[in-house]
């Protein structure tokens, strides 16, 4: 069993429930000791940028080919699927054998937490600033010498110094996203990135302020300036069924996530607008909102002044 979701232990968890809905469901006890005994479930990792179907391309396409293919996406060359298992089981499935760039580990934590933080995190620390700045694609966004610099600064000085590998493996990892970010014919929407970007903050990001904070003894600054833009970009009003937020010019956009999250975040900003609160008040409440970010983030010395500093030349 394989499962490819972007989640840590993803094997562990699939396998914990097929026996939980085995119990549930009253199933046999020799099913459900086979289940746990002959059947492996490995906590796999999948690298590669998707970005679904060619929506702006699929008519040329098809007018090219001859015939229409819904199940069409796209795809960057890239990728890489690290499986922790025994490297024997190529033997039976022969992935690796087959020429594919498949990894076979003993401990897959190195290339979840990489990815995670670095590529992921890249994606995550990019959509709330882009959209607010009026950019639509991470290619427009590395095409942007301000952009590229914040992005290139916060992974090598930032990201990367806070995770506990050989620093020249990671830079080179890092090195290769920048490069894949810039592939042209990748057209990955911002929009789509920011879907739930504060579940992704917590997962992505958060740990990389914190453990940075933790060596250096201050805060890493881009991704304080990355915090201060995602609570900007959660600054919404409702408008037929949907939140809709304006960008540093007036353009509107759309933020879907949990729906208590934008709720908190709507409400702490109409208060705002309203003059009942200061925005240092705003920002201690995100911070202290343990339902976010499952702690308490304004014990942290200065985060919030420097969110503040940042997001007072963000709002009108």
């Not at 979840?112 to 890249?122: A, E, H, T």
């Not at 960008?247 to 996530?257: L, N, R, T």
């Not at 702490?268 to 200061?278: A, F, I, T």
Request: hydrophobic share 40%; proline share 5%; glycine share 6%.
């Amino acid at each position: 069993m394989l499962p490819c979701e972007l989640l840590e232990r993803n094997g562990d968890s699939l396998k914990q429930y097929v026996l939980k809905h085995s119990r549930d469901w009253d199933l046999p006890k020799p099913f459900m000791e086979w289940v746990d005994r002959d059947n492996l479930f490995l906590n796999s990792l999948v690298d590669r940028i998707v970005t679904g179907f060619p929506a702006n391309e699929s008519d040329t396409l098809f007018a090219e080919w001859g015939y229409k293919d819904t199940l069409l996406n796209t795809a960057e060359p890239y990728h890489l699927w690290a499986i922790e298992g025994d490297p024997c089981i190529d033997q039976r499935l022969p992935l690796q054998q087959s020429g594919l760039n498949v990894r076979w580990v003993k401990d897959l934590t190195p290339y979840q937490m990489r990815k995670v933080r670095i590529l992921n995190g890249s994606h995550t620390l990019l959509a709330p600033l882009g959209i607010l700045s009026g950019l639509e694609e991470v290619k427009q966004a590395i095409d942007h010498p301000e952009f590229n610099q914040f992005l290139s600064n916060a992974i090598e000085k930032e990201i990367i110094p806070s995770l506990p590998f050989d620093q020249n493996e990671m830079m080179q990892y890092g090195e290769s996203v920048l490069e894949r970010f810039k592939n042209p014919f990748v057209h990955h929407l911002l929009a789509d990135i920011s879907l739930n970007s504060i579940s992704k903050f917590k997962a992505r990001l958060l740990p990389t302020l914190e453990e940075y904070h933790e060596a250096n003894g201050t805060l890493p600054d881009c991704i304080v300036r990355g915090f201060s833009g995602l609570i900007r970009f959660y600054r919404v009003n409702e408008m037929k069924g949907s939140y809709i937020g304006k960008s540093f010019a007036g353009k509107d956009y759309i933020v879907k996530d949990d729906i208590k999250a934008i709720e908190f975040f709507q409400e702490q900003w109409l208060r705002y607008d309203k003059g009942e609160v200061p925005l240092r008040q705003l920002i201690e409440a995100t911070l202290s909102n343990q339902y976010l970010w499952g702690k308490d983030l304004s014990d942290i010395p200065n985060l919030g002044n420097e969110i503040c500093q940042y997001l007072e030349g963000m709002i009108d």
